[in-house]
């Protein structure tokens, strides 16, 4: 008996996120839900890219994985914590702490600077980073944006440039997860290629585990491991690539 439970808790340990039957709707008085997923594994250290059509169901998942959202019945567990059960608070710690999120919508600060928006991602944390200022012009060079742009006020920059210093924000704290929802829209050709590249590299150089969402789908060449929302709305596991 030890040893069967002591196998099962190693195979645990390899998840980054498990849901089982997972209901979630947005009116709690409707007759059924509007996303379900009976049961979904994924393993630390994968990037999955995730597709479908709109209304599939995409952002709906990232919000229930970031803790935005709450299921209305199931639990989702990430880093083998009933994360779902959490009380508001402690979602919002636990995500500072090892999630990075990149919506749709940047959620910059417009009056603060880049440096400051950035460094909120520090402070929520807790980390108290010193070298914050360095990781932070590091991480923009990369995605081939000017030393000098940290001291911009966020309003000041296009929106192709919010868009990238939303994306530094998310990685400054090298998450263990990476929750990534349509991160290029506001890209040309070459700056999404730069960011794909330092994203990929960044993620698979942590071992963090990313869900990556788009309805581009030449960045699905950049993944091992693709899924559709319509599958994944069935009993499945990422352990097999879906390409």
Request: net charge positive.
């Amino acid at each position: 008996m030890e040893s069967t439970e002591t196998n099962n808790a190693e195979s645990q340990s390899t998840l980054a996120i498990s849901l089982n039957n997972i209901e979630y709707k947005y009116k709690s008085k409707a007759t059924s839900p509007d996303l379900t997923i009976p049961q979904w594994d994924l393993k630390r250290g994968q990037q999955v890219f995730l597709y479908g059509d709109s209304g599939s169901g995409k952002t709906t998942l990232l919000n229930l994985l970031a803790g935005v959202l709450t299921p209305s019945a199931g639990v989702i567990k990430i880093f083998d914590r009933a994360f779902s059960s959490l009380s508001a608070r402690q979602r919002d710690k636990f995500r500072a702490r090892h999630i990075g999120v990149v919506f749709q919508q940047f959620n910059l600060i417009p009056y603060l600077s880049v440096l400051k928006n950035i460094q909120l991602a520090d402070y929520f944390a807790s980390t108290k980073r010193k070298d914050i200022i360095d990781s932070a012009q590091a991480l923009l060079s990369k995605l081939k944006m000017p030393a000098s742009v940290l001291n911009k006020r966020a309003s000041e920059l296009s929106v192709g440039q919010q868009q990238r210093v939303a994306i530094a924000r998310a990685l400054i704290n090298q998450p263990e997860l990476l929750l990534v929802d349509e991160p290029t829209s506001a890209l040309d050709a070459s700056a999404r290629d730069a960011f794909m590249k330092v994203l990929v590299e960044t993620c698979a150089a942590a071992n963090t585990t990313m869900v990556f969402v788009s309805h581009d789908m030449s960045l699905q060449d950049y993944f091992e491991t693709s899924i559709a929302m319509p599958l994944l709305s069935q009993s499945s596991s990422s352990q097999e690539g879906l390409k």
